[in-house]
């Protein structure tokens, strides 16, 4: 027991006598300062995203009435660059002979994809037709095109009871 205590005082001396050196040396104050800067770096690449492409469905054709419909493409992209929206032919690789193929006829049917309601403009493919473009600064928010399609009622009276599909593939370019 009286080891332990001898050993207890020896540490309690040798703390008290080291503290009072170190204050003594500061002055009271903590004596180590340095500083040194920490980086911090991201790059942010220009990229563009589409985001969703939704269905253009003209429904159950009017034989009599020409049928027209739209569909919106949501996109996004990083700022400082123009973009440009592209839709190539579908099926037929041709802007200007767009068809949607009967599923279990083969039959074509022909409609057509506009960039205006108006449907006066083909919405290209970005060699033929017009594409949108989205001029400005970028885009750091979702951003909407909407695509106006048109099927003919002369065209629609021309072809098989079937359901008929094409796909379109969607280009933002920036």
């Known amino acids: ?54 269905v253009l469905n003209f429904g159950t054709l009017d034989l009599v009435n020409d049928a027209t419909s739209s569909a919106d493409i949501t996109w996004v992209c990083t700022n400082g660059f123009d973009t440009t929206i592209a839709l190539n032919g579908g099926g037929t690789s041709n802007i200007n002979n767009r068809n949607m193929v009967g599923a279990s006829n083969g039959d074509s049917l022909v409609y057509q994809l506009y960039t205006d309601a108006g449907l006066g403009t083909v919405f290209g493919d970005g060699a033929n037709g017009s594409t949108v473009p989205a001029n400005g600064a970028g885009f750091g928010n979702a951003q909407t095109t909407t695509v106006h399609g048109q099927v003919l009622a002369s065209d629609a009276e021309n072809v098989s009871a079937d359901t008929y599909n094409d796909n379109v593939t969607v280009t933002i370019t920036f």
Request: proline share 0%.
């Open 1 to 54: 027991m009286r080891i332990f205590v001898m050993t207890f005082r020896n540490l309690y001396r040798k703390t008290a006598i080291a503290l009072a050196v170190t204050g003594a040396l500061a002055g009271g104050q903590v004596i180590a300062n340095d500083t040194d800067t920490l980086t911090v770096t991201a790059v942010v690449d220009a990229t563009c995203d589409i985001t969703n492409v939704e």
